[in-house]
């Protein structure tokens, strides 16, 4: 229902994570866009600072890595013996014990939710089958989220240009001529054609 709540998609992804975390007791949640020849980019999270956004993990790095090589959901209860503890960013380094899901938001693998513990928690098969439910929820939520943004864009947007179209044009001019009423400062608009281009 949370994940329904909004069609913005970067609201969507932070309640992702923020659900991902209060349905798992996980500390750090983060999800990954990418694939396994370009490898991953944090898009969302939870529990690490803001700047991690858009770290980039190379598509067979730590438990991310396995779930793309895979397909499937993976955990490990212990990061260090494992080989997945991040030598890249300080942010990953207190995690003890974690796990991971695709995200098929376009029928193939396109991403990743991880979840990691600082605490050691003990994780267990349905630890990761409640995570790969709850990322098939978030595929559909993130999948309406991007169509809703490029339907909401292609009602804005002349398809041959890419420049606003008439609509969204006086509702932009309203909006800066209700902006200028309001301040001191000076207004000005300037049409101009370039090269018989209306033409």
Known sequence: KALGESLDPKRVLNTL???ASYATGGEIVVVYFGDGREGLDAVAAHGVPEEFIGHHRGPDEGLCGRVIATGRAQFSNDYVADGLASGSTAALDGIRSGMAAPLRRRGGLDG???????????????????????????????????DHAAAKRAASRDALTGCLNHAAFQGRLRAEVARADRGSGPFTLVLLDLEDFKS
């Open 17 to 19: 994570c923020a659900e």
């Open 112 to 146: 990743v939710i991880s979840v990691g513990f600082l605490d050691g928690r003990w994780v267990t098969d349905d630890d990761t089958e409640l995570l790969a439910a709850f990322s098939e929820l978030a595929s559909v939520a993130c999948r309406n989220a991007d």
